[in-house]
Nanobody, 119 residues
């Protein structure tokens, strides 16, 4: 069994920074594409940033220049550095990964971590 666990969320003032982490646990799996999504109250879940196994990145227009996605393949971890945070960044942030496990690809989600940007 594979699990994704996010951490690093919290309350921050506008203009502040947070660093989210996503850790994949289990054994016998390989991680391919990974990404961060977010869902604000009353809104659909949206892609924030994605990173391939070759470290190619993609960002939503709303976070370009402010957020940076990275991964550590040796540790099965992914990160999202969020700078210059705005109130509209408030949402539950979810880690997502395409994982090969027992010869089958699965699309895994973490449980989410809350980010609140408010003064």
């Amino acid at each position: 069994q594979v699990q994704l666990v996010e951490s690093g969320g919290g309350l921050v003032q506008p203009g502040g920074s947070l660093r989210l982490s996503c850790a994949a646990s289990g054994s016998g799996f390989s991680i391919y594409g990974m990404g961060w999504y977010r869902q604000a109250p009353g809104k659909q879940r949206e892609l924030v940033a994605a990173i391939t196994s070759g470290d190619t990145t993609n960002y939503a227009e709303s976070v370009k220049g402010r957020f940076t996605i990275a991964r550590d393949n040796a540790k099965n971890r992914m990160y999202l550095q969020m700078n210059s945070l705005k109130p509209e960044d408030t949402a539950v942030y979810y880690c997502n990964a395409d994982i090969l496990f027992e010869l089958t690809f699965y699309h895994y989600w973490g449980q989410g971590t809350q980010v609140i940007v408010s003064s």
